[in-house]
């Protein structure tokens, strides 16, 4: 059964125009924590030349992303594959970038460590695109993001918005190092890692 994420209609554009200074021109773009599966469609329809692996941890989203998916009818969306990020290995061989949006604040922060320990073993040289609120230490972080922190650890302690710069440090140590930083709409950010060196 579809699922549907009203946010999806409003940033996957300026998601999109992000990623088209970001991906590789061809290749297999691995989504973790692909949600509804919205995403998964629109990047897929915009990005004809990559290949699209939208995964989930929960069976409700993977059955979400194959109703979207059948739908679509794009040749280049793979199956929904089920990932937790946390878990280590991952299922899945290399990639050639992967994307995650809106997981990082709304899981335990062993799915972002996890997360960036698999990205280190599935990328060779191509980018960790992760999108969604974050606090800066150098940046005075939005009223409605302090609130939606609070919200967020009222429904579950180990939910909340992370520190970039933690993300940094949990990059350092597995080999990748932020190589941008977008503003994006909504007090947003789009955070790119690469392999360092």
């Known amino acids: 059964m579809k699922r549907h994420a009203p946010a999806t209609a409003r940033n996957s554009a300026a998601i999109a125009k992000v990623l088209h200074e970001e991906l590789p021109n061809t290749g297999a773009v691995l989504e973790v924590a692909s949600g509804s599966g919205e995403h998964a469609i629109y990047l897929a329809r915009e990005f004809p030349a990559l290949t699209w692996q939208p995964t989930d941890v929960e069976p409700e989203a993977l059955g979400s992303i194959a ?13 929904p594959l089920q990932l937790d990020a946390a878990a280590h290995p991952w ?40 999108y969604g609120p974050f606090k800066e230490t150098d940046v005075e972080t939005a009223p409605s993001n302090l609130a939606f922190h609070q919200s967020l650890q009222s429904r579950n302690p180990q939910w ?23 503003a994006m709409p909504a007090n947003n950010l789009i955070l790119v890692y690469r392999r360092a060196g």
Not at 67 to 79: E, K, M, R
Not at 160 to 182: E, F, I, K, P
């Open 160 to 182: 909340g918005l992370r520190l970039s710069a933690d993300l940094d440090v949990l990059a350092a140590n597995v080999g990748l190092q932020r190589t941008a930083r977008y």
């Open 91 to 130: 299922p899945v061989g290399s990639v050639d970038a992967i994307f995650c949006c809106n997981m990082i604040h709304i899981s335990p922060w062993a799915a972002t460590q996890g997360l960036f320990r698999g990205a280190a073993d599935a990328l060779t040289d191509g980018p960790l695109i992760l």
């Open 67 to 79: 109703a979207w998916a059948q739908d679509a009818g794009l040749p280049n969306i793979a199956p």
